[in-house]
């Protein structure tokens, strides 16, 4: 199918080894009486993950696998079974058909098929009692006991199902975008049996979270993976997701989620998926308009100038209230001129290893806001140097701005200092 995963072919008894370790402290489980049972008549061992992985789903196809020594006469191998402590029955018995010889324990080994009944409740606990026969009448009998589990699940949150990481619309998403998808795992669910009744379900554990993209009709191309996102309970995540670079403008484009369970099954994956909308892809939104502006500090200057408005594009009056005063001149030193912000706008200052000139004159919103979410926004610019280059988040908004310095004049000998600036925004 097309999400499906590649699963590796289990080695059919490299888990006997570990079994195998533990043959001479071995206690024999107790028999019902329905079983006659004759003391040591030859070695019969299952595999040993049948222990550890407790949880199987309606219809599910356990991988049973039975061990014994080459030199047993095997007559038969009978499968049992009780439901719930009350029903009981024989689902099979099977004669000796192609076993092979498993390379590390060197033992005979046949895989029993036994299937999880599709009728059964869920939390429903069943016991599976696997008899080797042997020819001289003896028999021994190995236990395995599960609940029975819902396959995994996976949808989109019902409340706000996908963040544009960009601050962006959907329909100004472009190549290289982040979008954030908020996913819901076994909605409802829990990993253990209660020990009171209730009304939540059991869920089979997840083994991983992958996610695809896909363009237009092609086949979708994994990009990531979580390991064991849930052990089967409720889980609620957030994945970020990019627009793969090489997407044409037009082109559109969905992701695709998909929960992989325990990987024990031979014949089902258990695979559950979502996708999500199709987006279709745009040209990147270009911060189209350039501003201009300055701030100053020191004895002399006006108190007006001290801060700037940067959706307004001109400074603001010293007895306006700071909830605009995005930029402020805060102390004027012979050697530093220092900004910071009034209100709620944040900041982040380009690294030296992007600010070549075309970071500034061609970055876009698009680029701008996917930067702005990747790093932590401060509220203090530092020293102003010519040439420093801010990313900048506007308050109350997600719009983004990118502002350069480009002038410094320090307040030396008790003179005005002042800083020019010119930013870009939408």
């Given amino acids: 199918m097309l999400y499906s995963r590649l699963f590796t072919n289990l080695r059919l008894f490299a888990l006997l080894c570990l079994v195998a370790c533990g043959l001479a402290s071995c206690e024999k489980e107790p028999v019902d009486t329905y079983y006659q049972l004759q003391s040591e008549p030859g070695l019969a061992l299952i595999n040993s993950n049948l222990t550890t992985i407790t949880r199987y789903a309606p219809g599910e196809t356990i991988p049973v696998v039975v061990g014994y020594n080459q030199t047993d006469a095997i007559r038969d191998f009978t499968v ?6 009350q029903d009981s029955m024989i689902v099979g018995t099977y004669p000796v058909s192609n076993p092979t010889v498993d390379p590390t324990s060197r033992l005979m080994v046949q895989a029993i098929p036994y299937v999880v009944p599709a009728n059964l409740a869920n939390k429903t606990a069943v016991r599976v009692d696997v008899t080797t026969n ?4 003896g028999s021994r009998m190995r236990r395995f006991t599960y609940n029975v589990a819902s396959a995994p699940t996976i949808k989109l949150a019902a409340t706000s199902p996908v963040t544009y990481r960009n601050g962006l619309a959907a329909t100004a998403q472009s190549a290289g975008d982040l979008i954030g998808y908020s996913l819901v795992l076994n909605e409802g669910g829990i990993a253990t049996v209660p020990t009171t009744p209730t009304t939540s ?5 997840i083994d991983s979270l992958s996610y695809f993209y896909q363009i237009g009709t092609q086949t979708p191309v994994r990009i990531g993976s979580i390991r064991n996102p849930t052990t089967g309970a409720a889980n609620a995540r957030t994945v970020d ?3 793969p670079t090489t997407v044409p403008v037009g082109q559109p ?5 998909a929960t992989y369970a325990q990987p024990t099954a031979i014949s089902q994956p258990y695979v559950a998926f979502v996708t999500t909308p199709t987006l279709t892809t745009v040209a990147p939104t270009l911060l189209s308009s350039t501003r201009r502006g300055a701030v100053s500090f020191g004895p002399g200057s006006s108190p007006d100038s001290l801060a700037f408005n940067l ?4 400074n603001e009056p010293a007895a306006n209230a700071a909830t605009a005063k ?3 001149a805060t102390g004027s030193t012979a050697t530093s001129i220092t900004l910071s912000v009034g209100n709620t706008t944040r900041v982040f200052q380009v690294p030296t290893s992007l600010v070549p000139a075309t970071y500034y004159t061609q970055s876009s919103a698009n680029t701008v806001g996917n930067f702005v979410y990747q790093n932590t926004l401060v509220s203090d610019l530092g020293s102003a140097t010519v040439g420093n280059v801010y990313a900048i988040k506007v308050r109350g908004t997600a719009e983004v701005m990118l502002l350069r310095i480009t002038g410094v004049r320090l307040g030396t000998n008790g003179s005005i200092g002042r800083v020019k600036f010119e930013y870009r925004s939408l």
């Fill in 241 to 243: 997701v990019r627009i």
């Fill in 201 to 205: 379900t059991l869920f089979k554990a």
């Fill in 311 to 314: 959706k307004l594009g001109q």
């Fill in 134 to 137: 042997f020819a001289n009448g």
């Fill in 80 to 85: 049992f079974q009780v439901v719930a402590n």
């Fill in 253 to 257: 484009v969905r992701f695709v989620f």
């Fill in 326 to 328: 995005d930029l402020v």
